[in-house]
């Protein structure tokens, strides 16, 4: 099936930093990616769809100033965390469709810590 | 909005049968898919369904009544492996996935 990679797989930052999270789609394209987010011992909740090309959508309750999300090519997709804080410590995961309406192809997962 | 709700935590005995219930309120319905996810991994795909009915894989079944907004995956001869947490989402026109609570499946010798 379709990889998905995201880089880094894990980061410990300082408050207040900014943090860039890369979700690649290897061997196919996707106009379309997803970004969730887990806190521990929760289920992933979406916080927005980033689109090639144009802007992304966020979910209610997600601050688009606070997560940019960058999609500037059909294989890459961005989320930068601003001035991150200790609440944004999670994992981030993103995903991106495939050709078939039930395929959801999903990277590993990036840990954020932010002491 | 979007509402699926699953137990919390399951514990089974290795070689038992467990059913995961999973019901749901969504605002649009392109299929609910069932996904297993290891803690600080991705979640991988189980079972995709978007008819009702039964789909069957091996150890794994998944059941669909859409009129009711249920599902449940069922899981047979359970190994000690299966215990990870599984999840239930539902797929929308978007294609995004909206995910339920998730179950932390416990199996115990």
């Known amino acids: 099936g379709a990889v998905v990679s995201q880089h880094p797989s894990w980061v410990i930052c300082k408050s207040g930093t900014s943090v860039k999270i890369e979700c690649r789609s290897l061997d196919f394209q996707a106009t379309t990616m997803f970004w969730y987010r887990q806190f521990p011992k929760q289920s992933l909740m979406l916080m927005a769809t980033s689109n090639e090309g144009s802007k992304a959508t966020y979910e209610q309750g997600v601050e688009k100033d606070k997560f940019l999300i960058n999609h500037a090519s059909l294989t890459l997709s961005t989320l930068t965390v601003t001035s991150a804080h200790p609440e944004d410590s999670s994992f981030y995961i993103c995903s991106a469709p495939g050709t078939s309406i039930n395929e959801q192809f999903f990277g590993p997962g990036t840990r954020l810590t932010v002491l | 909005g979007q509402n699926i709700d699953q137990p919390t935590e399951m514990t089974a005995t290795e070689g038992a049968i467990v059913q995961i219930n999973c019901t749901y309120q969504t605002s649009g319905f392109n299929g609910l898919f069932w996904y297993q996810q290891h803690a600080g991994e991705a979640p991988t795909f189980l079972s995709y369904?978007?008819?009702?009915g039964l789909e069957e894989k091996g150890r794994f079944s998944s059941f669909l009544s859409r009129s009711k907004g249920y599902s449940y995956l069922l899981l047979k001869e359970l190994q000690m492996k299966d215990s990870a947490s599984y999840l239930c989402?539902?797929?929308?026109?978007?294609?995004?996935?909206?995910f339920g609570t998730g179950t932390r499946l416990t199996v115990i010798p």
């Open positions: 369904n978007v008819l009702d």
């Open positions: 989402a539902v797929g929308t026109g978007a294609n995004n996935l909206f």
